[in-house]
C-alpha cells in the first residue's frame, strides 16, 4: 500500500510473532497481507490498536531481508510497500501442482518382455508416465499395459521440491595464470569474510565467469548453509549461466525472472527462504529473495544498464547489491569487461578491490577494429551496408565463418511517414514515432506497446500507397544481407524474435553450431555468448547511441559497442570488427579503434569531474505526470517553490519532459545536482513531503536517473 511508514498492531496473546512473520492484518475494513518488521512493548499507549488477525502459514522473511527491503525503500524515496511487495512475489504466486508419479506394486507382469523389463527397471525412482517410458525407452502404450495390468501404480507427490545441493568439490574449469590469479585473490578476500566488494574487470572472452564460479565454489565449502546469488541483466543471458553453474556444482540452481512459471517461482521462493536453494541465477528482482545466508552476490556485466528499474520501484540493482552485501555482511563480486564510471571511481578510490583479467582465454585475441567512414564509402541509395562491409562479409562467407550485423534497433524501420503530405506517423497517445514491423505487418510503440496494422492510405491526407519506411531496422538489414548473399542462412536476433528464453536459447544454440551465416542482432546478442566461428562484427550505425545526448550517452556508446566488437575471434581464429560512422573522429571510435579503454575513460571522468556530474555529484530526477494539463502546471509550479534550500543542492526545473506525452499524460521534469557529500535520499524526502499532488497528477521520483526522457 502506498504508506510512509509500517502501521502498529497489537499482538493477540499467545500468538508469538517474530520479526519478519507474515500475517493478516485489518486495513479500514479490509484484511491485508503484512509483514512484521518491528515488535516492541507497548506500555499503555494513548490510543487503542487493532489487533492482528492471523500469523499466517507462510515462510518468515529474515532480519536481513527486513532491513533490506526499508532501506531500498528509504534510498529511493519510494513506500516501503513497493519493495516488500518485490520481495513477496514469490510467496503470492501459486503453489506447485503436484504431480502423478507411478511406481511398481511389487505384482509380477502376466507375462514378460525386454521391453516391460526395462520400465520395471527405470520406475526404481518415481516418475511421471511421460518420463517413464522416455527412461526406459519404450512407447507409451507399453506403459499403460502395466498400469492395466497393476504392476505400476499411480501416486501424486509434491512437484520436486527439493533442490540438491550443489558440490563445490567438483573440479572446476583449467584457470590460465591470469585467471588463477584473480580467483586466488578473490578467495583470498572472501576468506576474510564480512562485506566487501571487488570489482573483476577482464576484456570479453578473458573467463570471468570461471573466476567468479571459483569465488562461489570456496564460499559454498567454507559454509554448509552459505548461499549465492549470481545476478544477469537480461534473461537471454540466465541459460547459458545456469548450465555453466550445474556443470560446475552438478546441481541446478534455482531461477529466477519474469519468464519462471508462478509455481516454480513460489517453489524457488520457498526453498531460498528455507536455506534449502543456495544458489540462484537470476535477473535484478532476484535480490529481494528472502535469503537467510547469503554470503556473496555477483552482478554480472555490473555496467548494464538493465540493472536500473525504471517503472514502479525505481532502483539500480548494482547499488542495491552493494547495499544488501552490506546488510548480510556478504561479499560483492562486480564483474565487466567495460565498467561503469561509478565503479571504476571505486575501485580507483581503493573502496573496491580491482581484480584485472589480462588477455584473453585460450588463444583467442582481441579483434582488429576498423571505422568505414561513410562521408567516403556510403552505402547506395535505399541500403545500409557500405561496400567496405558488403566485401567482408563476402570473405567472411567464402572462408565458412560467420558475421554478425549489430544494429540496436528492433523492427523494420523506425520511422513511416506519408510521401504526399510529410505526415509522420505516431502514437495516438504517446510522443514516439510508430516502427515498422514487417513480420507482423503492423506499426508498433516500443514505449508503450501500442500497435496498429500499418494503413493501405495515408491517415492524414489519405493518399494510397504513400506511406514509405525510413532508416534501417535488424528485419530491413536482414532483408538486405538476404539480398546481397542468397546462399548464406541469414537470421534475427532481437527481443521480437528472440520473445523468451527458449526461443532466445534455440537462436544462440544455431549460431554456436555454425547453422547460421549471418546473425543480425540488436543488443541482445552483443553480450556474453561465445560463437566460436564467428570472426566479423559490423556495426551497422556506430553513431546510434551518441545521439540520445544524455550524461551516459558516450560512455554507453563505448561499452555497447566494446562488448558488440568483443563478439569477434573467440577461438583460435583472427577476428575482425567494422564500424560504419559518420563521425570517426569522435572520442569513442577512437577510444575503440586503440583500444584504449582507459584513455577513453580517463577523458570522461575529467569531464564529469569538471561538471560535478556522476561518479563526481549525484542525481535525481523528479517527473510529474497529469491527464489535465492545468493542474499539472501549478502542481509543478508549487512543487518548484516549495524545494528546499540546501547548500551544495542545485535544483533544474520543471521543464517539458523530451517525451512530454506518454499514454495520454502529459510530463513535465525537474534535474537535481548535489554535492557527494549530500544526503540526496533525505534531501528529496523532504521535499517529496512537501509535495502536495492533486488526485490528477502522479510523482516519480529517481535517484541516480539513467533516463532523461
Ligand atoms: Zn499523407
Known amino acids: 500500500m502506498p504508506l510512509p511508514e509500517a502501521f502498529d498492531y497489537a499482538e493477540p496473546d499467545g ?6 512473520d507474515q500475517v493478516a492484518a485489518p486495513l479500514g475494513p479490509r484484511l491485508l497481507r503484512g509483514v512484521v518488521v518491528g515488535l516492541r512493548e507497548a506500555a499503555g499507549g494513548n490510543r487503542p490498536l487493532k489487533p492482528i488477525e492471523e500469523l499466517l502459514a507462510e515462510p518468515r522473511l529474515p532480519p536481513g531481508t527486513v532491513e533490506f527491503i526499508q532501506w531500498a525503500a528509504r534510498y529511493s524515496v519510494d513506500w516501503p510497500g513497493q519493495p516488500l511487495a518485490i520481495a513477496l512475489r514469490g510467496a503470492r504466486a501459486p503453489k506447485p501442482r503436484p504431480v502423478r508419479v507411478l511406481e511398481a506394486t511389487g505384482a509380477q507382469p502376466a507375462r514378460m518382455t525386454p521391453a516391460r523389463e526395462k520400465v520395471l527397471a527405470a520406475a526404481a525412482r518415481p516418475l511421471s508416465p511421460a518420463d517413464l517410458a522416455r527412461a526406459a525407452g519404450v512407447s507409451s502404450g507399453v506403459v499403460k499395459a502395466l498400469v492395466d495390468e497393476g504392476v505400476l501404480a499411480a501416486r501424486l507427490i509434491e512437484a520436486d521440491a527439493s533442490f540438491p545441493p550443489p558440490d563445490p568439490a567438483r573440479p572446476g574449469a583449467a584457470l590460465n595464470a591470469s585467471q588463477a590469479a584473480a580467483a586466488g585473490a578473490l578467495t583470498a578476500l572472501l576468506a576474510e569474510g564480512g562485506f566487501s566488494v571487488a570489482l573483476l574487470d577482464g576484456v570479453t572472452g578473458s573467463g570471468k565467469t570461471e573466476v567468479y564460479l571459483e569465488a562461489a565454489a570456496a564460499v559454498l565449502a567454507a559454509d554448509p548453509d552459505a548461499q549465492v546469488l549470481i545476478l544477469l541483466p537480461e534473461i537471454a543471458l540466465t541459460q547459458a549461466v545456469i548450465g555453466r553453474v550445474a556443470e560446475r556444482f552438478g546441481a541446478e540452481p534455482g531461477e529466477w525472472h519474469s ?4 509455481p516454480m517461482r513460489r517453489r524457488v521462493w520457498e526453498a531460498v527462504a528455507a536455506g534449502r536453494c543456495r544458489i540462484v541465477v537470476g535477473a535484478r528482482s532476484a535480490l529481494f529473495l528472502p535469503f537467510p545466508r547469503l554470503k556473496l552476490i555477483v552482478v554480472d556485466e555490473e555496467h548494464d544498464a538493465s540493472f536500473k528499474q525504471e517503472e514502479g520501484f525505481i532502483y539500480h540493482a548494482r547499488d542495491l547489491a552493494v547495499a544488501r552485501g552490506k546488510i548480510e555482511d556478504a561479499a560483492v563480486v562486480l564483474a565487466s569487461a567495460t565498467p561503469s564510471l561509478e565503479t571504476l571511481r571505486n575501485a580507483e578510490q581503493g573502496r573496491y578491490r580491482w581484480l584485472r583479467l589480462e588477455g584473453r582465454h585460450g588463444e583467442a585475441r582481441l579483434p582488429d577494429i576498423e571505422l568505414i567512414d561513410l562521408r567516403e564509402t556510403p552505402p547506395e541509395t535505399g541500403r545500409w551496408l ?3 562491409l558488403v566485401k567482408a562479409m563476402g570473405e567472411t562467407f567464402a572462408r565458412g565463418e560467420q558475421t554478425l550485423l549489430f544494429l540496436n534497433r528492433r523492427g523494420y524501420a523506425p520511422l513511416v ?49 504513400a506511406l514509405v519506411s525510413i532508416g534501417p531496422g535488424v528485419e530491413r538489414v536482414e532483408e538486405e544481407a538476404k539480398s546481397l548473399f542468397p546462399q548464406a542462412r541469414v537470421a534475427v536476433f532481437s527481443s521480437d524474435t528472440a520473445f523468451d528464453a527458449r526461443e532466445g536459447k534455440r537462436l544462440i544454440e544455431a549460431m554456436a553450431d555454425g547453422q547460421i551465416d549471418i546473425l543480425v542482432a540488436t543488443q541482445a546478442a552483443a553480450k556474453g555468448h561465445n560463437f566460436p566461428d564467428l570472426t566479423l562484427v559490423g556495426v551497422v550505425d556506430a553513431d546510434l547511441g551518441l545521439r540520445g545526448g544524455d550524461l551516459r550517452a558516450a560512455e554507453r556508446t563505448y561499452q555497447l559497442l566494446a562488448q558488440a566488437t568483443g563478439r569477434a575471434g573467440r577461438k583460435e581464429k583472427a577476428g575482425r570488427a567494422l564500424l560504419q560512422t559518420w563521425a570517426p573522429e569522435h572520442a569513442v571510435m577512437q577510444a575503440l579503434v586503440a583500444q584504449d579503454r582507459d584513455a577513453f575513460v580517463a577523458a570522461e571522468m575529467a569531464e564529469r569531474e569538471a561538471a560535478g556530474l556522476p561518479p563526481f555529484g549525484r542525481l535525481a530526477a523528479v517527473v510529474a505526470s497529469g491527464t489535465d494539463p492545468v493542474a499539472l502546471e501549478d502542481f509543478v509550479r508549487l512543487a518548484a517553490q516549495s524545494a528546499p534550500n540546501s547548500p551544495g543542492v542545485e535544483v533544474y526545473g520543471p521543464a517539458d519532459a523530451p517525451l512530454g506525452l506518454i499514454r495520454g499524460r502529459r510530463r513535465k521534469r525537474f534535474l537535481v545536482r548535489a554535492d557527494r557529500t549530500v544526503d540526496l535520499s533525505a534531501y528529496m524526502a523532504t521535499w517529496r513531503a512537501r509535495m502536495k499532488p492533486p488526485a490528477s497528477v502522479r510523482v516519480a521520483i529517481d535517484i541516480d536517473p539513467y533516463s532523461f526522457l
Not at 500468538?15 to 519478519?20: K, N, T
Not at 519468464?259 to 508462478?262: E, K, L, R, S
Not at 511517414?417 to 515498422?436: F, I, N, Q
Open 259 to 262: 519468464d519462471v512459471a508462478p
Open 15 to 20: 500468538m508469538g510473532l517474530e520479526l519478519g
Open 386 to 388: 557500405s561496400p567496405p
Open 417 to 465: 511517414l506519408c510521401k504526399a503530405c510529410g505526415e509522420r506517423m505516431t502514437a495516438p497517445d504517446t510522443d514516439s514515432w510508430l516502427v515498422e514491423h514487417r513480420y507482423s505487418g503492423r506499426l508498433v510503440c516500443h514505449l508503450t506497446g501500442f500497435s496498429m496494422p500499418k494503413p493501405k492510405a495515408c491517415p492524414h491526407c489519405g493518399a494510397a500507397d
